[in-house]
């Protein structure tokens, strides 16, 4: 007992670190994209880098949805990280460490993942392609209680931003703000 105590400290500490070293080696990747296996991101814009226009960032009301439903997820895995722990420690799988760890993510942790998953932004995706040339609107979407709400929300996200220069790939982000028509 005295002398395998010592020894369980050692063991868990090492563990311990390495594991977190790993977990928030994977969190990271996630969060800043890099949660393909293979794929390093380097750089992020707010508009596609092959496009020349750029959108306002979502209004506010569907953003904090997106957000809640993303934190939901995150809780759920972190329940299922703490479960893993074990399994991860001991696991003599052929696997890398990270595909293993990526088993436990199911990555709606990430709000670019829960867009379809949200109803009212799949309605809004629908109006603003019903809105777009060569296209209408349905009579069921005109009928739903958020219609009008939809149309004031791509108003809001069509409406012109001035970045305080031009972005390139790397740069340090840049304060955006509402372009205003005098």
Not at 67 to 86: L, P, Y
Not at 154 to 173: C, F, G, R, W, Y
Request: glycine residues 4%; contains cysteine.
């Amino acid at each position: 007992m005295i002398v395998t105590r010592p020894i369980s400290i050692a063991l868990s500490t090492v563990l311990s670190r390495g594991l977190d070293r790993l977990t928030w080696h994977q969190i990271r990747r996630s969060a800043f994209g890099n949660d393909t296996l293979g794929e390093t991101a380097i750089g992020s814009l707010e508009r596609p880098g092959w496009s020349a226009r750029s959108f306002s960032a979502l209004p506010e009301e569907i953003a904090c949805l997106l957000a809640d439903k993303a934190n939901e997820a995150a809780a759920q895995s972190i329940a299922k990280f703490r479960d893993a722990v074990g399994k991860l420690a001991f696991s003599s799988s052929e696997k890398e460490p990270q595909e293993l760890v990526s088993e436990y993510v199911s990555w709606n942790e990430l709000i670019h993942n829960v867009y379809f998953k949200t109803v009212i932004f799949r309605k809004l995706v629908c109006y603003a392609i019903a809105h777009s040339p060569g296209f209408a609107p349905s009579e069921r979407l005109k009928k739903s209680p958020e219609y009008e709400k939809l149309g004031h929300w791509i108003e809001e996200i069509e409406a012109p931003i001035v970045t305080s220069s031009k972005l390139k790939m790397n740069d340090q982000p840049h304060s955006l703000s509402r372009a205003t028509s005098s």
